[in-house]
């Protein structure tokens, strides 16, 4: 080929345009479309040595992984992935230290997570206490989530520090095998 693009030029498909030249681009194997599927695309850049061991740069949990991502609600995709981000968090937590969930608006705060959900095809739950032990649920479209997560001293000092992430992904597990 000369290094020239080629001339944008549309063929009829089942009464749709369709750009020739877009398309002579992209080749697509099977292959490819399956890995979209399965492994969604993910990356971070990191100014530390960590990144290897970041969310995005881990492979899905099996049980996870075994429902397509087109196949899932936007709900239950961000559910799944807000779990992986509380797991990672709280492995870098010592053990007087818990996570809480900083929310964006609406005057919530932080809030001690106890609990998470979703509602397909479109909401995700919170369910904890907020600073000052007042019971709070924050229920939020996928399109308005924005969490921070946040080391906090544990609640009962006298206990181990609850890793919620870990419960959530054992509950994911179960879930996915019945």
């Known amino acids: 080929m000369s290094g020239k693009k080629p001339k944008k030029t549309t063929a009829k498909k089942k009464n749709k345009s369709v750009d020739v030249r877009k398309s002579m681009e992209t080749v697509d194997t ?29 492979p899905l949990p099996a ?4 429902k397509p991502v087109d196949q899932k609600s936007q709900a239950e995709w961000a559910y799944e992935r807000i779990i992986l981000y509380i797991q990672k968090f709280e492995e870098g937590l010592d053990g007087d230290h818990e996570v809480v969930m900083g929310f964006v608006g609406g005057g919530v705060g932080s809030m001690h997570v106890q609990g998470m959900g979703f509602f397909a095809p479109d909401l995700v739950t919170f369910y904890g206490v907020d600073e000052g032990g007042t019971k709070t649920q924050m229920v939020q479209h996928v399109s308005q989530l924005n969490v921070t997560l946040k080391a906090t001293i544990k609640q009962n000092k006298e206990a181990d520090a609850t890793r919620i992430g870990f419960l959530l992904e054992k509950e994911l597990e179960n879930k996915k095998s019945t």
């Open 63 to 66: 049980a996870m992984a075994k």
């Open 30 to 58: 099977s292959v490819d479309a399956v890995e979209r599927l399965f492994f969604p695309e993910a990356g971070t850049v990191s100014t530390t040595d960590d990144a290897s061991q970041r969310v995005e740069n881990q």
